[in-house]
């Protein structure tokens, strides 16, 4: 039999060794490559609403912008339905490729968990956080021939007539539907939830007085505000919004400290390459930062203020510790 001597088996190691950092290296090198290529094809913004919405505004601006810069088409495809489930377990169980992108909302991320009894997806945990996107006021509008003009008044109207009149919103779970139920604790009343797929469907039966009062994005219903057909009585931010001054706090007209925010997210699946993630961060920042887009988003009620992967799950954390709470005081579970 032939031996080896002690120096050709450290020979022998030394070439093991040497040839698998190299294989190590060339993989690396070649999931960098592909992660770098990025993008290849096109990219789908899944909005968890029906068109016409802040969500569905934001997605189309991001996919404005980017298919420009990137040369690739950018679709933005609404999935409504189970107040944004629809739409976000798509994107949940998407690959982590960067080619599936979700328009993330508080009620996705922060309600919607405590709310529902089963939900397919875990709106924290499968998800990798990409940038804020941008924050609106909720606004409650109610029908003109209610004969209201205040707040107060809305308030004294309600508990003269308890469960008589309605409010609608966007869907169950959204934090329009989360703004009415703050709304019913912290004022003492009882009014019932009329919940829709969307505005689109919500708006008219205010309009036509089926439903009494709802809790809208500022940005969706401005228009109509502005143009006389429905009538604000206060914002739900503790300012102010700079697109409607005139439009008075919940805070200031008896209920301090009310405070119920609509925030919108970019998120892509669980486990996305950080290499992506940090491309589609540079790349809404670069969008949002942009003077013409700023001012276009803030005069339609939109405040843009992208930021950090590492923010965006600071505050998603801290919106689900609030809403949790709401939920629990409300009442209120569903099943999905």
Known sequence: MMRVSRMAKRLLLVLFLSVTMLTAQAQALTKSSANNSWPKQAIRIIVSFT???????????????????????VLVENRPGYGGNIGADIVAKSEPDGYTLLIGTVGIH?????????????????????????????????NKQLGVNSLH?????????PNQLTF?????????????????????????????????????DLVSGRISMLFDNLSSSL??????????????????????????????????????????????????????QKRLNQLTRRTLNNPDVKARLLAGGLEPNPGSPKELSKLIAQESAKWSRVVLQSGAKLEQ
């Open 223 to 276: 228009p109509l505000i502005k143009a006389g057909e429905v009538q604000a009585l206060g914002v739900t931010t503790l300012k102010r919004s700079h697109a409607a001054p005139e439009i008075p706090t919940f805070a200031e007209q008896g209920l301090p400290g009310f405070e119920a925010i609509s925030w919108f997210s970019l998120m892509a699946p669980a486990n996305l390459p950080p290499s992506i």
């Open 153 to 161: 008044e809305l308030i004294q109207l309600a508990k003269a007539k």
């Open 51 to 73: 068109p016409g919405g802040a969500p569905d505004i934001l997605a189309r601006v991001l996919a404005e912008s980017w298919q420009q810069s990137l040369g690739v088409p």
């Open 110 to 142: 922060a309600i919607n968990g405590a709310l529902y009894e089963k939900i397919s997806f875990d709106p924290i945990n499968d998800f990798t956080p990409i940038s804020f996107l941008a924050s609106t006021p909720n606004v409650l509008i109610v």
């Open 168 to 204: 609608g919103s966007s869907g169950v779970g959204t934090s329009l539907h989360m703004s009415g139920e703050l709304f019913k604790e912290m004022a003492g009343i009882q009014i019932r939830h009329i919940p829709y797929k969307g505005r689109a469907q919500s708006l008219p």
